[in-house]
């Protein structure tokens, strides 16, 4: 968890007479520590998405503090602050002109405020609002796997900004990253875009692990504005890395927190089709007739009707190597056209008649028969969920 440069610097701006000169448009830069650096060799040990003071110790000329200042955005440090007194008596206009250039907030604070006081007020604030954002994401997954009393966890909520008849949509994001020994880093990369997207926005929002995904929990009544949080989520991955993609599954808006386990499950299922379809982005809400087979719990119907229709065909294939499924399924994506199916394959229309035939032998049904083609493509259905 990170608290927003904007937050701080609303909050402490008036308390420690901060001045901001530059970087506006880096407010939004997420802070998940504060250090005093004085020696830009030290840059390189930084973490990033840290606050830093300097008081200018080292501070030989304007040419150094401006080599500084470069060293700390190469760092990804989130936002520069500067005590001004006898060692920087004022800020050269080439810093303040870097710092907008590269949207890293650029701030000034007077040499009569201690340091230690602003830095340990910083990492106070930093730490209670970690320990806020986990205490409610805790409450709302005992809400969510009902686990305690909901009455005494649904006042909790109330009492950190959350409505007793607040809208939430959940967002189940998977990564696909090839080297599973990045996989720690990725996430926390991952929750830091999340974290950036909706700080930016000034959204409310809660975030938590589940099966290696992460669940994002976003209070909003309007679709829009959801698919806005993901559009925006998926290009700044793009923009910012190389190192993995997501699948996301995002659920429904609804209303209040008792049912809100429904809601979870639909994100859940919704990340799985979108693994399996092979598709960045699946909303529940666009599942058609998913929605009806994901709302079957007992998965050994679904596979029972599966193997009623498919078995035979299958096993067919195994036994011959052939790909009598792989022209089933072109064939319904076809709208049951010999012509195109035809052109897709090309095969001759005769083959592609024959093929029918063939298939109607060894499965039993009648492809031209309405009913039995739906059969087939409920099967194929069934085929991306179980």
């Given at each position: 968890?990170?608290?927003?440069?904007?937050?701080?610097?609303?909050?402490?701006?008036s308390l420690y007479q901060?001045?901001?000169?530059?970087?506006?448009?880096?407010?939004?830069?997420?802070?998940?520590?504060?250090?005093?650096?004085?020696?830009?060799?030290?840059?390189?040990?930084?973490?990033?998405?840290?606050?830093?003071?300097?008081?200018?110790?080292?501070?030989?000329?304007?040419?150094?503090?401006?080599?500084?200042?470069?060293?700390?955005?190469?760092?990804?440090?989130?936002?520069?602050?500067?005590?001004?007194?006898?060692?920087?008596?004022?800020?050269?206009?080439?810093?303040?002109?870097?710092?907008?250039?590269?949207?890293?907030?650029?701030?000034?604070?007077?040499?009569?405020?201690?340091?230690?006081?602003?830095?340990?007020?910083?990492?106070?604030?930093?730490?209670?609002?970690?320990?806020?954002?986990?205490?409610?994401?805790?409450?709302?997954?005992?809400?969510?796997?009902?686990?305690?009393?909901?009455?005494?966890?649904?006042?909790?909520?109330?009492?950190?900004?959350?409505?007793?008849?607040?809208?939430?949509?959940?967002?189940?994001?998977?990564?696909?990253?090839?080297?599973?020994?990045?996989?720690?880093?990725?996430?926390?990369?991952?929750?830091?875009?999340?974290?950036?997207i909706a700080r930016t926005?000034?959204?409310?929002?809660?975030?938590?692990?589940?099966?290696?995904?992460?669940?994002?929990?976003?209070?909003?009544?309007?679709?829009?504005?959801?698919?806005?949080?993901?559009?925006?989520?998926?290009?700044?991955?793009?923009?910012?890395?190389?190192?993995?993609?997501?699948?996301?599954?995002?659920?429904?808006?609804?209303?209040?927190?008792?049912?809100?386990?429904?809601?979870?499950?639909?994100?859940?299922?919704?990340?799985?089709?979108?693994?399996?379809?092979?598709?960045?982005?699946?909303?529940?809400?666009?599942?058609?007739?998913?929605?009806?087979?994901?709302?079957?719990?007992?998965?050994?119907?679904?596979?029972?009707?599966?193997?009623?229709?498919?078995?035979?065909?299958?096993?067919?294939?195994?036994?011959?190597?052939?790909?009598?499924?792989?022209?089933?399924?072109?064939?319904?994506?076809?709208?049951?056209?010999?012509?195109?199916?035809?052109?897709?394959?090309f095969i001759h229309r005769?083959?592609?008649?024959?093929?029918?035939?063939?298939?109607?032998?060894?499965?039993?049904?009648?492809?031209?028969?309405?009913?039995?083609?739906?059969?087939?493509?409920?099967?194929?259905?069934?085929?991306?969920?179980?």
């Open positions: 968890m990170a608290i927003a440069v904007s937050k701080l610097y609303r909050n402490c701006a901060m001045q901001l000169l530059a970087g506006h448009k880096g407010l939004g830069n997420l802070v998940e520590w504060v250090h005093i650096v004085e020696d830009q060799e030290v840059s390189s040990f930084l973490h990033g998405h840290e606050l830093i003071f300097i008081a200018g110790y080292m501070c030989h000329n304007n040419e150094w503090l401006l080599n500084f200042t470069k060293e700390l955005y190469k760092s990804d440090t989130s936002a520069f602050v500067i005590n001004l007194g006898p060692y920087i008596k004022s800020v050269p206009k080439e810093v303040v002109d870097f710092c907008n250039e590269v949207d890293m907030p650029l701030f000034t604070i007077p040499w009569k405020i201690r340091l230690v006081d602003v830095t340990r007020d910083f990492c106070t604030r930093i730490m209670h609002n970690e320990s806020v954002e986990a205490s409610v994401a805790s409450t709302l997954k005992d809400i969510i796997f009902k686990v305690g009393d909901p009455e005494t966890q649904i006042q909790h909520m109330e009492r950190n900004g959350y409505k007793r008849d607040c809208h939430l949509c959940f967002v189940n994001i998977s990564l696909n990253n090839e080297d599973v020994n990045y996989s720690t880093e990725n996430m926390e990369k991952l929750k830091l875009f999340v974290e950036q926005s000034q959204r409310m929002f809660i975030s938590f692990t589940y099966q290696s995904n992460l669940i994002v929990v976003l209070s909003e009544s309007d679709m829009y504005n959801v698919r806005k949080f993901v559009d925006d989520l998926v290009s700044l991955i793009r923009k910012k890395t190389d190192k993995f993609t997501v699948n996301i599954g995002v659920s429904s808006i609804m209303q209040g927190f008792l049912n809100q386990d429904i809601n979870f499950e639909n994100a859940v299922s919704s990340n799985e089709m979108a693994q399996k379809r092979k598709v960045r982005t699946a909303y529940y809400d666009e599942l058609d007739i998913y929605k009806v087979l994901l709302a079957v719990k007992d998965k050994k119907i679904l596979r029972n009707f599966y193997q009623e229709v498919f078995g035979k065909l299958e096993q067919y294939d195994m036994e011959n190597g052939s790909d009598l499924m792989g022209f089933l399924h072109a064939y319904l994506e076809n709208n049951g056209s010999p012509r195109l199916v035809s052109e897709e394959q005769n083959t592609v008649n024959n093929q029918i035939k063939k298939i109607e032998k060894i499965t039993g049904y009648n492809i031209l028969n309405l009913e039995e083609k739906v059969r087939f493509s409920i099967g194929f259905m069934i085929q991306d969920i179980i």
